[in-house]
């Protein structure tokens, strides 16, 4: 087969011409209702769908698409598809005739087809914006992802070319072994166009462009209706306008909606349309035909402010031959404004004039639902003052209970001490071994709910501290205050395991007296005859690190773990162990407050560990 439609590039031209060979778009035909492809839709059907699927089906509107995509093609020339991961096209322009007439018809290449549908898809989930692969029938497609909410869930394919005249013996083989006729096959791959490879990128760029687009507008939908599914009633209840927005969000298009059009820019300064697509009419409300040779009414209707930064942007696009996406408003002669989304790719004429080829797609629905976003973030914000002003209201009855704690009940608690004192050391004799006794139990009592009330002033002081946070060396920090404990009793001995333990960040001071308490525990409530064994250690699981000391002591009943955390609970008997009963809630305190969180675990007579997790 010789290639006789190639053609050479104008030397006036700074950059090439999109087609080495045109394309045949009338040869062309419709793919969505071929056999091989409703065969795809009717397994994918029968497959019971999983729960956190995305629906592509239930966000756009592919009859929409499919009428947009063919204008693309009489416009652009190149054909284009969504194909799901499961192969199914689920909305096109017509195809090659090479595609759908052999490739596609015979159960060898049709294979090959959907192995390449495949593949493609593969290169797409490694994260790749884009990818171009030549499938095993021959001919070169490229694709770009899809991606809703993380989920990538479709392609958006443009293909069926040649990036170079085509190998004769390759598809003279292909030919052979699947029996196509001779004149026919060659004559449908003589229609199949010759893209210049320097255009490629240009290709590439309308693409991916393309394929972000209808991931934002199905994202807008996607996301409007989760947001409508968990937003509070009374809020829904309270405000007709959110009421209102939802309906509208509820039928956003799920499409890409505008027009398909050619923009054309002469050396003289004006301007026309080619072509534009029926959709001219609901965008600018004009007919096609009437900016065929003059679209200076088109400029007229873009918003005042947005004209001169919309004519730079296409003045530049044209200067740099770079791809133009601009968003801007327009007025129409009702006084109606609407925001739309253009995207295009200019080429230059070899009259100097410069030519775009591109849609305009009406982004009004998606500028609304930010509205409605801003709203509901200024509600919240709202909320947030008047939490914080609640807030703000208890620190303050809690400091004046605070002053009270430590004015107030300290001075009788020392009052009571010091005359206890007093009595049993001036007052002896006048005492017999009762009134001593009653003396000293009293004192005694007395001291005891003075550090009572100590501890609970610092329990309360936690919560209002200010904290300065840095990284923590949790081993060496868990290392010095085991040295404090030994040297502050050496008849205990001592056996202590730490791990390497991760690095933290938070208040070195606070996470200190977490550790403290909890190995201090730890001796505690371990046998006091013989050796004290304990183990610090860590893992990092789910972005948290999570440390725990662990000992072999009495242990707890686990039925009662709840009340380990809370002031003044105790799960051993009153007077067993030393202590206030604060130390643990003042654990859990530190911990919440730099975002992490606190548990145990235990078995009576058999140890016990506790947990506390920070972020990572």
Known sequence: MNDDTKTTKPESL???????????????????????????????????????????AELIDFSQMNMFFQNFLEVVGLPQAIIDLEGRVLASSKWQRICMEFHRANPVTLQRCLE????????????????????????????????????HIANLFIGQFLLASPDQAYFEA?????????????????EVPIISEERLPSILNLLTGLAHQIAMQSLAEYRAK?????????????????????????????????????YRLRTDGSVCMPYASEGMRGIFHMAPEEVRED?????????????????????????????????????????KECWLLGNALPQR????????????????????????????????????????????????????????????????????????????????????????????????????????VDDILHYLSMGRRKMESGSIDIAGLATEIVAELQAADPSRRLHIEIDRLPLANGDRDMIREVL???????????????????????????????????????????????????????????????????????????????????????KVNGGATIYFALPA
């Open 14 to 56: 700074s950059k090439p011409i999109l087609f080495v060979r045109a394309p045949g778009v009338e040869q062309m035909s419709d793919p969505l209702k071929a056999d091989w492809n409703q065969a795809r839709v009717s397994a994918v059907q029968d497959r019971p769908a999983l729960p956190d699927d995305i629906d592509l």
């Open 116 to 151: 390449s549908d495949k593949n493609l898809s593969r290169e797409m989930e490694e994260g790749k914006s884009y990818a171009i692969y030549r499938c095993r029938n021959g001919l070169t497609d490229c694709a770009s992802p899809i991606v809703i909410e993380g989920q």
């Open 174 to 190: 292909q030919r052979a072994e699947c029996g196509f006729d001779k004149d026919a096959y060659e004559a449908a791959l003589n």
């Open 226 to 262: 989760v947001a409508y599914a968990s937003v509070e009633q009374q809020v829904v209840e309270r405000t007709a306008q959110l009421r209102a927005t939802t309906g509208l969000l509820q039928h956003v298009t799920s499409n890409v909606p505008g027009m398909v059009y050619q």
């Open 295 to 335: 679209a200076s009414g088109v400029l007229a209707k873009i918003h005042p402010d947005d004209f001169e930064a919309t004519v730079e942007s296409i003045q530049r696009s044209a200067h740099e031959l770079t791809p133009w996406h601009h968003e801007f408003r327009v007025r129409s002669d009702d006084g």
């Open 349 to 452: 004429e070899a009259d100097g004039s410069t030519l775009w080829h591109g849609f305009i797609t009406d982004i009004s629905e998606r500028k609304r639902s930010d509205e409605v976003i801003s709203q509901l973030n200024a509600e919240l914000e709202q909320r947030v003052e008047q939490r914080t002003a609640q807030l703000e209201a208890a620190n303050k009855e809690l400091e004046e209970f605070s002053y009270s704690m430590s004015h107030d009940m300290r001075t009788p608690l020392r009052a009571l001490d010091g005359f206890s004192k007093i009595l049993l050391e001036e007052h002896a004799a006048s005492l017999d071994d009762e009134g001593k006794r009653l003396l000293k139990v009293l004192r005694d009592n007395a001291q005891h709910m003075g550090r009572l």
């Open 516 to 602: 403290h308490n909890l190995i201090s525990n730890a001796i505690k409530f371990s046998p006091t005859d013989g050796e004290v064994s304990i183990e610090i250690g860590s893992k990092v699981e789910k972005g948290e690190n999570i440390y725990s000391v662990t000992d072999h002591g009495v242990g707890f009943d686990m039925r009662y773990a709840g009340k380990l955390f809370r002031v003044f609970e105790r799960v051993h008997q009153t007077g067993q162990f030393a202590g206030s009963g604060i130390g643990l809630a003042l654990v859990k305190r530190i911990v919440t407050r730099h975002g992490g969180r606190v548990w145990a675990e235990g």
